[in-house]
């Protein structure tokens, strides 16, 4: 595993900053070896990574990694944590525990940065739930939002898809593993 930042690419560790959202404690994560807001990948998805984040620039974007190694270690806690907090069903619907996919440093949630702004435009409207995380939820809608929102998102699958990676077996629009020998699956 490597750190993202070493290759200048732009990300924050999920939990490390979300520690009261899944009422974690620092220390939890400090005891699983997560110490501070860097994320780890797989080597062999730096190059991948840096393509993408050039086809991005191209339209004004750089690719933001929201998360990316886990260790089971983690898997299993945040398990715990966010069924306490949530509810079994609604966190097997987020939660691949058979697959744990991030623990091959080979999986990746990914978002944007605007260029411009310098800040995370969104794909999706929080009010819209758990629902609007898997693809094509604002395909079909007319107004100018849901229009955006959707032309987004296919800018990040298609830009993913097109450097080897896959979408998850969840179909959330911003989970990719790398699997270039497979079939685009979006
Ligand atoms: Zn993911």
Not at 110 to 131: A, Q
Request: proline share 2%.
């Amino acid at each position: 595993m490597v750190y993202l930042d070493e290759y200048e690419l732009a990300g924050s560790n999920f939990y490390w900053n979300r520690l009261d959202t899944y009422d974690l404690t620092r220390n939890e994560l400090i005891a699983i070896g997560i110490e501070n807001d860097r994320v780890m990948v797989h080597e062999d998805i730096i190059t991948p990574l840096i393509e993408a984040d050039k086809k991005f620039r191209n339209a004004g974007y750089r690719i933001y990694i929201k998360d990316g190694f886990r260790s089971k270690e983690l898997y299993e806690l945040i398990y715990k944590k966010r069924v306490n907090k949530f509810g079994k069903e609604a966190t097997d619907k987020l939660l691949n525990m058979s697959l744990m996919p991030h623990s091959t440093g080979r999986s990746v949630d990914v978002s944007l940065i605007d260029i411009r702004t310098g800040k995370e435009p969104s794909l999706r409207n929080g009010k819209d739930g758990i629902d609007a995380v898997f693809v094509d939820f604002y395909k079909n809608k007319k107004d100018e939002t849901s229009i955006d929102y959707q032309n987004l998102q296919e800018l990040l699958i298609n830009t993913m898809e097109n450097h080897g990676f896959r979408l998850g077996s969840l179909r959330e629009y911003f989970h990719f593993d790398y699997r270039p020998e497979t079939d685009k699956n979006y």
